[in-house]
């Protein structure tokens, strides 16, 4: 699992057009319907800290973890400007750990795609699981095998904007589920003077099927997934699945 190094510093740049304003109120939306108006909620994978302003921003004590030191370095800028009063952890999702219980966790932006074995996944959710309050909810994306094989595929993807530009080599292993994308990126450092640098990043795509198993393997209980996009049915072309579980009980295996 690699964590955001020198393109930390463009992310946000070039997710300048992610619908966080939307996510935010489908989050906030749900977890109103199930009694959760306010208290603690941990952002898993929060990188550079934008739904986790917003979720502050609505009311909600937040905690954000994330395992890039150069994301949290640029979220810890936001609180700065913002004065929201946020906890940022540097830790690892596949074993993280709070000083207590949430009433929710957030992990959004394909984050879970980032763990590449299904026993990593499972012990993510069991996690979750541990740290949630009794019926706490958790509200999860993730990429799906056609969006990675079928949708981006091989494929090569380039952006130019005024001080950065970027070269996305997409490749797709149709046999591991693996999708691993090298990134080339100029920054403008002054005047004429671009820095160029190089990351490459590997991702699995899952099936909402998959991801209902080792929801339920980890303890939780699976309530719906929707379209992440459209937020209307799953179906074979969904690109991006936004999924709710909730607590059901712990094992004792986990608490610390």
């Not at 959760?36 to 800290?49: F, M, P, W, Y």
């Not at 949430?102 to 996944?121: F, I, K, Q, T």
């Not at 959710?125 to 969006?147: E, S």
Request: hydrophobic share 35%; proline share 2%; with cysteine.
């Amino acid at each position: 699992m690699e964590a955001y190094e020198d393109f930390a510093l463009v992310y946000d740049t070039f997710m300048d057009e992610t619908p966080y304003d939307a996510w935010c109120e489908r989050v906030t939306d749900i977890l109103k319907r199930h009694g959760i108006e306010d208290g603690l909620v941990l952002d898993l994978g929060c990188g550079t800290g934008s739904m986790t302003e917003r979720l502050a921003q609505a009311g909600y004590d937040m905690i954000g973890v994330d395992l890039s030191g150069r994301m949290l370095d640029i979220a810890l800028k936001k609180r700065e400007k913002s004065g929201l009063d946020i906890l940022y952890l540097q830790q690892d999702m596949r074993e993280f750990e709070l000083y207590g219980t949430v009433r929710a966790v957030v992990c959004l932006c394909d984050s879970l795609n980032y763990l590449l074995e299904e026993e990593e996944l499972k012990e993510t959710f069991r996690l979750v699981n541990n740290y949630l309050d009794p019926d706490g909810l958790f509200l999860f994306d993730f990429n799906t095998v056609y969006k990675y094989g079928t949708v981006i595929g091989d494929s090569t993807i380039a952006e130019n904007r005024d001080d950065c530009s970027f070269i996305w080599e997409n490749y797709f292993e149709e046999e591991s589920g693996l999708n691993e994308y090298d990134l080339t990126i100029f920054l403008r450092e002054q005047g004429e003077l671009f820095r160029r640098f190089t990351e490459t990043h590997v991702q699995r795509g899952y099936t909402p099927e998959t991801m209902r198993r080792l929801i339920g393997d980890a303890g939780l209980l699976w309530v719906n997934a929707v379209d992440g996009d459209t937020g209307g049915p799953v179906t074979e072309e969904s690109e991006r699945i936004f999924a709710v579980a909730k607590e059901q009980g712990k094992d004792g295996s986990l608490k610390r």
